[in-house]
């Protein structure tokens, strides 16, 4: 009966609201400047309602003697009248939760991961990190007091209220529930590190704070340190006092930061027990001593960071038509104005006939860009080289150079170059193929090549080859080759190649005489000689001179006979191809243009 109360009253509220007031989006506003965000869960209190949990030490906030620097922000910031927890929804894991994927998941008490824990992919840090490029977060948790920092991935309730840390409860971020799971260790960290990080401007883009139980304002904690006030509100209270004005002081707040601070879940009782709560905004780009009495609840908080960063699809409760984001805490925007126009790439080279895409980068005067090149004025400084379409594509009509430049609202870009060749064609080993080749003497030495059109090149191309060994041939086929712009044109080198033979005998005065032959001179003087010396030896007989003259007579004769004294050529050399590495050159002509390419023969 409590939440019933409750719905009729919120539904009733909602649908007067929706007709009474017009709902800003965020391309209205200046949320669209927030770049870095920071989201601080307190515990437990309404901001207004029936006070009935004031007994248990959770007073409403508004107006609240316990609450003075939070009832401090009202004239300096911008606050909610009508958030809510969403309906029913308690305790308090439900509630961080749906912060996290716009939805409770099903779960409806306070459990450890091991009993809550969910395998979904579908929860913002799991968006943020899956963004091109990527969205950067981080938690900062508080141990509990007493607990030092801690170092492993939280998965129960020793070290601190893991039921506060939702992060802690998907499988993608906690690699399987893994206490030691790098993923969440990187995430999930001690709260004493985001002084550390602010001052060093390394702060995430997407920052979830949760105070412990001593400071986030729950009921019945204790011990807490001494000196800090014995009532919880109050705690709380003084803490946010101490840590906000630390975010607020930060250069990255300043720059573009926003933050929130909202209470996880009501205390009230009756048509109050789910709310109103208490939210705050606080940015350079919110609005001051604002208040509004649209309805919200947490599926408004995961839309309006959604939007911040830009990710989807929209989680949960977020995707309802009826949930308004939070954009009407923020300042109107002002129109920005283009400032100028970069057109890109600078300079290009195509072949006539080829197209070139460029494009239009506007820059306005709030810093941000936007991509023109469907609405600017494309303009060519010579048709008859280039000419350019509306959505900034360049045509090759013939050879030179045209400037392409865009316009819009007065501004025109810089000029970029681009250059138009004639059709030209290329030479290279076919896909796989080598352009260096080793045969032996007698083999075929075999090259796949192919003609390569560029820029809409087509026709026949004559093909020759130059630069073969002595005793070979090399041939093309085919050629011409006949080129078409749909794909390269195959075409085969052929080296041939001759064996080398082994050296014949040389007969020397016939087949069996190693005896080299004299020309004919040489036997008359070997017989001069030799009579000469015989005529000197007086001591031999005639007869025995004429027998020895005899002897030596016959020898000669024979000698003669045998081919020993007859004329002869000198053997030829081993024929074939000889053995080395050569550089052939394959030459490709068509209608005056020229392309040459090498390759590489050995021959053993």
């Given at each position: 009966m409590k939440h019933l109360w409750k719905i009729l009253a919120l539904s009733v509220t909602m649908l007067s609201l929706l007709f009474a007031m017009p709902v800003v989006t965020q391309a209205q506003t200046q949320m669209s400047n927030v770049k870095h965000v920071f989201i601080i869960l307190m515990e437990n209190h309404n901001w207004t309602g029936d006070n009935s949990a004031a007994s248990a030490g959770d007073p409403d906030l508004k107006g609240s003697s316990s609450a003075p620097y939070i009832n401090s922000l009202i004239p300096l910031r911008a606050h909610a009248e009508q958030y809510f927890n969403p309906p029913g929804n308690h305790p308090s894991l439900p509630n961080y939760l749906w912060l996290e994927g716009g939805t409770n998941f099903g779960v409806t008490a306070d459990l450890a991961p091991s009993g809550a824990g969910q395998t979904t992919t579908q929860h913002l840090v799991t968006q943020l990190v899956n963004h091109s490029p990527a969205v950067t977060w981080k938690a900062y948790a508080e141990p509990d007091f007493g607990n030092p920092d801690f170092t492993d991935c939280p998965q129960d309730f020793n070290e601190l209220d893991v039921n506060h840390v939702p992060f802690a409860y998907f499988s993608d971020t906690t690699d399987g529930f893994s206490t030691s799971s790098p993923n969440c260790i990187a995430h999930v960290v001690p709260y004493s590190l985001l002084a550390t990080d602010l001052a060093a401007g390394t702060v995430a883009q997407y920052n979830f704070i949760t105070p412990n139980l001593c400071h986030d304002g729950h009921e019945a904690?204790?011990?807490?340190?001494?000196?800090?006030?014995?009532?919880?509100?109050?705690?709380?209270?003084?803490?946010?006092?101490?840590?906000?004005?630390?975010?607020?002081?930060?250069?990255?707040?300043q720059t573009d930061g926003a933050v929130f601070i909202v209470w996880d879940e009501a205390e009230d009782?009756?048509?109050?027990?789910?709310?109103?709560?208490?939210?705050?905004?606080?940015?350079?780009?919110?609005?001051?001593?604002?208040?509004?009495?649209?309805?919200?609840?947490?599926?408004?908080?995961?839309?309006?960071?959604?939007?911040?960063?830009?990710?989807?699809?929209?989680?949960?409760?977020?995707?309802?038509?009826?949930?308004?984001?939070?954009?009407?805490?923020?300042?109107?925007?002002?129109?920005?104005?283009?400032?100028?126009?970069?057109?890109?790439?600078?300079?290009?080279?195509?072949?006539?006939?080829?197209?070139?895409?460029?494009?239009?980068?506007?820059?306005?005067?709030?810093?941000?860009?936007?991509?023109?090149?469907?609405?600017?004025?494309w303009t060519s400084s010579n048709a008859a080289v280039a000419t350019i379409s509306?959505?900034?594509?360049?045509?090759?009509?013939?050879?030179?150079?045209?400037?392409?430049?865009?316009?819009?609202?007065?501004?025109?870009?810089?000029?970029?170059?681009?250059?138009?060749?004639?059709?030209?064609?290329?030479?290279?080993?076919?896909?796989?193929?080598?352009?260096?080749?080793?045969?032996?003497?007698?083999?075929?030495?075999?090259?796949?090549?192919?003609?390569?059109?560029?820029?809409?090149?087509?026709?026949?191309?004559?093909?020759?080859?130059?630069?073969?060994?002595?005793?070979?041939?090399?041939?093309?086929?085919?050629?011409?080759?006949?080129?078409?712009?749909?794909?390269?044109?195959?075409?085969?080198?052929?080296?041939?190649?001759?064996a080398r033979a082994l050296a014949a005998a040389v007969a020397m005065g016939g087949p069996f005489s190693p005896v080299p032959q004299w020309p004919t001179p040489i036997t008359a003087l070997t017989w001069a000689v030799a009579l000469g010396s015989l005529t000197r030896v007086r001591r031999l007989k005639p007869v025995r001179v004429s027998a020895l003259i005899g002897v030596l007579f016959a020898c000669l004769t024979l000698l003669n006979a045998c081919g020993g004294v007859g004329n002869s050529t000198a053997p030829p050399p081993p024929a074939g191809t000889p053995a080395g590495t050569y550089t052939l050159t394959v030459t490709g002509t068509s209608s005056g243009v020229t392309q040459t390419m090498s390759l590489t023969l050995t021959v053993n």
């Open positions: 904690v204790s011990p807490c340190a001494s000196g800090e006030n014995s009532d919880n509100t109050r705690r709380a209270d003084d803490w946010l006092s101490v840590e906000v004005p630390k975010i607020l002081n930060s250069t990255v707040y009782g009756g048509a109050f027990s789910d709310g109103p709560i208490g939210m705050f905004v606080l940015s350079p780009f919110a609005k001051t001593n604002y208040q509004n009495s649209i309805p919200y609840d947490h599926s408004s908080m995961v839309k309006t960071l959604q939007e911040i960063f830009g990710v989807t699809p929209l989680l949960g409760g977020a995707a309802n038509s009826g949930t308004n984001d939070l954009s009407d805490f923020f300042l109107a925007g002002s129109t920005p104005t283009l400032t100028s126009i970069s057109v890109t790439p600078t300079s290009a080279s195509i072949a006539a006939g080829a197209t070139q895409a460029f494009t239009a980068t506007g820059t306005f005067s709030d810093g941000s860009t936007q991509n023109l090149s469907s609405t600017a004025t509306t959505a900034g594509v360049a045509t090759g009509v013939a050879a030179g150079t045209a400037n392409i430049a865009a316009a819009q609202s007065g501004v025109t870009s810089n000029m970029a170059v681009l250059t138009v060749t004639a059709p030209d064609f290329s030479l290279s080993a076919a896909n796989g193929a080598s352009t260096s080749v080793t045969v032996t003497a007698g083999q075929v030495a075999t090259f796949s090549l192919q003609v390569n059109p560029l820029g809409g090149f087509t026709g026949s191309v004559s093909l020759a080859c130059s630069g073969a060994p002595t005793q070979a041939t090399c041939t093309v086929s085919p050629s011409p080759a006949t080129v078409s712009t749909a794909s390269a044109a195959p075409f085969t080198v052929s080296v041939t190649t001759t």
